[in-house]
Antibody, heavy 122, light 108 residues
Framework: QLQLQESGPGLVKPSETLSLTCTVS??????????WGWIRQPPGKGLEWIGS???????YYNPSLKSRVTISVDTSKNQFSLKLSSVTAADTAVYYC??????????????WGQGTMVTVSS | DIQMTQSPSSVSASVGDRVTITCRAS??????LAWYQQKPGKAPKLLIY???SLQSGVPSRFSGSGSGTDFTLTISSLQPEDFATYYC??????????FGGGTKVEIK
């Protein structure tokens, strides 16, 4: 079955760029029915949608983060990636990648990665 | 932006209790609402989509209702494995998505 796995540094210095990759296995990232998203969760807090991408490369970002976020896709590697620039301690969180199914069955994040903790600290 | 407000923020209940969680949208979202369950240290799990449709494999004690701005998630008979935090999420403004603040279901 389809699985998602986040990877990337667990520690990032303030003002630097956070970079994470999500590898999709057991299925194709190029399916027309799905979008691919990043969601984060600061320690002890709720979920925040960061942004999403379609396999064609179309991107959609949370307006509150838009100026600092870049999401990209590499269909040849079945991966999509997140870059968040100029990070501060407020960006410390567990970062999840997830599949968003669109249309037909019902719009929702139906498959999630296990999450990866990223700490912003010098 | 569509804001999603959940209430209560936490609820204490006993095994066997009926538990109801509410999610209110700042504007009408038709039935574009999903519910997720998250246990400590784990990724969220999809329970309900399209406001009232049960995701495959989810026990029937979970149900969702509502449309427009007001939605509810009901657990008909709380089981030990249901103690978790629950989140709603709107998809009316897709591709822009918003989660509610969460409701923690605790053991009484």
């Amino acid at each position: 079955q389809l699985q998602l796995q986040e990877s990337g540094p667990g520690l990032v210095k303030p003002s630097e760029t956070l970079s994470l990759t999500c590898t999709v296995s057991g299925g194709s990232i190029s399916s027309s029915s799905y979008y691919w998203g990043w969601i984060r969760q600061p320690p002890g807090k709720g979920l925040e949608w960061i942004g999403s991408i379609y396999y064609s490369g179309s991107t959609y970002y949370n307006p509150s983060l838009k100026s600092r976020v870049t999401i990209s896709v590499d269909t040849s590697k079945n991966q999509f990636s997140l870059k968040l620039s100029s990070v501060t301690a407020a960006d410390t969180a567990v970062y999840y990648c997830a599949r968003f199914r669109r249309g037909g069955v019902g719009d929702a994040f139906d498959i999630w990665g296990q999450g990866t903790m990223v700490t912003v600290s010098s | 932006d569509i804001q999603m407000t959940q209430s209560p923020s936490s609820v204490s209940a006993s095994v066997g209790d009926r538990v109801t969680i509410t999610c209110r949208a700042s504007q009408g979202i038709s039935s574009w609402l999903a519910w997720y369950q998250q246990k400590p240290g784990k990724a969220p799990k999809l329970l309900i989509y399209a406001a009232s449709s049960l995701q495959s494999g989810v026990p029937s004690r979970f149900s969702g209702s509502g449309s427009g701005t007001d939605f509810t998630l009901t657990i008909s008979s709380l089981q030990p494995e249901d103690f978790a935090t629950y989140y709603c999420q709107q998809a009316n403004s897709f591709p822009l998505l918003t989660f509610g603040g969460g409701t923690k279901v605790e053991i009484k």
